[in-house]
């Protein structure tokens, strides 16, 4: 099957319709209310500090330079908003983790009338959450690792450095939120890049899906629990079979 990022794109908007199924509202209200919470106070504390910053670059920007304000303000913003949504996106699903994966659970239930081989229990999500949390850990790990260069380029290189790390944030969306179904079937970390890495388009098109969605105000409060959905199909109709031939 040829990969198509359209493809993963279409996975991130099936997941919004997902939600609506019977069976799966009780394990939405936590991780939208950890997204409401999480995005108001992300949204108050950026919009706060955003125009302390401006006022600070429009006195050190000299005089003969003024003629690029129009240039550099709208790149600036591309570049910040991307980077303040995509840092609270991670901070939202460190807290939802293990809340995530029960919506997964549940979502691949709904999705194909099957689901993990586990028990899905509030006991269980309890006894798992240590591990649980340092996969998120792990994870976050390897952001920060990776950030850094393509942050430099995105903060020094006009049009260029923002795309790429668009295109960086939605290959580490992808990453976030497949964990959720890959993780219910016992794939690891490695193994879950690999097989997306197999799939490198349609997982890209999921993930940039993601990542424009979560700019969007308001819609950027369902797009965690959206998307765990939307990738529990995507692994149930495209990386299964892709993790099955490794």
């Given at each position: 099957?040829?990969?198509?990022?359209?493809?993963?794109?279409?996975?991130?908007?099936?997941?919004?319709?997902?939600?609506?199924?019977?069976?799966?509202?009780?394990?939405?209200?936590?991780?939208?209310?950890?997204?409401?919470?999480?995005?108001?106070?992300?949204?108050?504390?950026?919009?706060?500090?955003?125009?302390?910053?401006?006022?600070?670059?429009?006195?050190?920007?000299?005089?003969?330079?003024?003629?690029?304000?129009?240039?550099?303000?709208?790149?600036?913003?591309?570049?910040?908003?991307?980077?303040?949504?995509?840092?609270?996106?991670?901070?939202?699903?460190?807290?939802?983790?293990?809340?995530?994966?029960?919506?997964?659970?549940?979502?691949?239930?709904?999705a194909t009338g099957r689901s993990p081989a586990t028990?899905?229990?509030?006991?269980?999500?309890?006894?798992?959450?240590?591990?649980?949390?340092?996969?998120?850990?792990?994870?976050?790990?390897?952001?920060?690792?990776?950030?850094?260069?393509?942050?430099?380029?995105?903060?020094?290189?006009?049009?260029?450095?923002?795309?790429?790390?668009?295109?960086?944030?939605?290959?580490?969306?992808?990453?976030?939120?497949?964990?959720?179904?890959?993780?219910?079937?016992?794939?690891?970390?490695?193994?879950m890049r690999a097989t997306l890495h197999r799939r490198?388009?349609?997982?890209?098109g999921f993930g940039a899906a993601a990542a424009g969605?979560?700019?969007?105000?308001?819609?950027?409060?369902?797009?965690?629990?959206?998307?765990?959905?939307?990738?529990?199909?995507?692994?149930?109709?495209?990386?299964?079979?892709?993790?099955?031939?490794?």
């Amino acid at each position: 099957m040829p990969s198509n990022p359209a493809t993963g794109a279409l996975y991130m908007l099936r997941g919004i319709g997902l939600l609506t199924r019977p069976g799966l509202k009780r394990y939405v209200i936590v991780p939208l209310l950890v997204n409401i919470i999480v995005f108001s106070v992300g949204i108050w504390l950026g919009a706060a500090g955003f125009e302390r910053l401006m006022e600070r670059m429009e006195a050190n920007i000299p005089t003969w330079l003024d003629w690029l304000e129009w240039l550099l303000w709208p790149l600036f913003v591309i570049a910040l908003l991307v980077i303040v949504f995509y840092s609270f996106t991670l901070v939202a699903n460190l807290i939802a983790a293990p809340f995530n994966g029960l919506l997964a659970e549940q979502a691949e239930r709904v999705a194909t009338g099957r689901s993990p081989a586990t028990d899905t229990d509030w006991g269980r999500m309890l006894r798992e959450l240590p591990g649980t949390l340092w996969d998120e850990v792990r994870k976050i790990l390897y952001a920060v690792f990776w950030s850094l260069p393509f942050l430099i380029i995105a903060l020094l290189v006009p049009l260029l450095g923002p795309l790429l790390w668009f295109l960086f944030s939605a290959w580490l969306l992808t990453l976030q939120y497949v964990d959720y179904p890959m993780g219910n079937h016992g794939l690891k970390f490695r193994e879950m890049r690999a097989t997306l890495h197999r799939r490198r388009l349609v997982s890209l098109g999921f993930g940039a899906a993601a990542a424009g969605l979560t700019m969007i105000p308001v819609v950027n409060f369902v797009v965690m629990p959206a998307a765990v959905a939307g990738a529990t199909l995507m692994w149930t109709r495209e990386l299964a079979a892709v993790a099955e031939r490794r």
